[in-house]
């Protein structure tokens, strides 16, 4: 199959607009409109409904698309292989969500890069449950995430906790006051999201809700704002006094696991990399 017919529907799935897509992919819309009829052709399924400006996916384009992301994924994988330097002997796919890279896992990739020169690293976000799918299709070798599934064809390390610390731009800020003015909410997962709600039950609607640790805290630097992000991400602007603790809010943890498939056949380099992690995260 023709990458690029994947690439076409999978952008006109995120963007819900046949010219936006074009826009993004240097096309023209007719351009699209033809890649969409030739996909749906060799599926034999129509894969969106289009009313005027409304267009959304039918049941065959919402199943397509974890696999047209598993298909373009594996390729992209196999174009890196076929070009891996003679020096490098194997290549690893670490995923994680947007917020665990940026919690504390851009740093622990520099320094598995610098133990492993005989390894060429791929760095990819994803959501935990895309996550779970790209590690069974072989697409990916190490998923990072809070909440592994219980699944008898992976293992599962745990690594290291994550001290999540509510921190506010206003100095001397009170809890409540927080939680009821400009309050964010990153996406730290289920186990969060439910003590969250035990514990913090007056939280009102976030004025910013995002998978992003880094995105949130730009933020609030530019805006003004509260959020929980990690200890370790904020202690510098703390010591400059650029953000304040929130000192009656409760500190939440979550552990960080790595999961890999039992039957990969880089494991010895797998448990070599989760090694690392354990030691150089947190």
Known sequence: MDTELLKTFLEVQRTRHF????????LTPSAVSFRIRQLETLMGATLFTRHRNNIQLTGAGERLVGHADAMLLAWKRAQQEVA???????QLAIAAPANIWDASLQTSLANIGISM????????ICAPAQGMKLLQARTIDLLMMFD???NEETVQHSLFDL????VSSIEGQGLDEALSSRYLRVDWGTAFSIRHAQELPRAGAAILHTPSARIA???MLQSGGAVYLPKLMVESYLQ???LFAVVDAPVITRRVHGVYHCQNQQLEALQQVVALLDQTSG
């Open 19 to 26: 010219g936006q897509a074009a826009e993004n992919l240097f």
């Open 84 to 90: 891996l330097d003679s020096r490098q002997m194997s």
């Open 117 to 124: 020169p005989g390894v060429g690293l791929r760095a990819e």
């Open 148 to 150: 592994p599934p219980a």
């Open 163 to 166: 001290d999540l610390i509510m």
């Open 217 to 219: 805290l730009e933020f």
């Open 240 to 242: 400059q006094k650029e």
